[in-house]
């Protein structure tokens, strides 16, 4: 079991930047971990991904703004958040990706002037 542990997130102006991290309770060397986010009223949607290897992926609508990285020494996943859009309005989850599957209690994230 590894219980994941969302961070830093908040309320900012659209244009503005946010850093999210993930704790883990103990190593995810192994695994392939995720962002993922749920806006109101809408399905869960797939954000980042970042293999074992470091091997980084994204999906369309934050490509290019949002960056995954993670510090397998501290058993961290940030998601850093550049010129956020009223649209990026979500709660943020954290999760690994894989059998059996982990996910945080999640950090809310609003861009709102």
């Known amino acids: 079991q590894v219980q994941l542990v969302e961070s830093g997130g908040g309320l900012v102006q659209p244009g503005g930047s946010l850093r999210l991290s993930c704790a883990a309770s103990?190593?995810?060397?192994?695994?392939?971990m995720g962002w993922y986010r749920q806006a109101p009223e809408k399905q869960r949607e797939w954000v980042a991904t970042?293999?074992?290897?470091?091997?980084?992926s994204y999906a369309d609508s934050v490509k290019g703004r949002l960056t995954i990285s993670r510090d397998n020494v501290k058993n961290t996943v940030d998601l850093q958040m550049n010129s956020l859009k009223p649209e990026d309005t979500a709660v943020y989850y954290c999760?690994?990706?894989?059998?059996?599957?982990?996910w945080g209690q999640g950090t809310q994230v609003t861009v709102s002037s």
């Open positions: 999760s690994r990706v894989g059998i059996p599957r982990y």
């Open positions: 103990r190593s995810i060397l192994s695994f392939t």
């Open positions: 970042i293999t074992s290897g470091g091997t980084t």
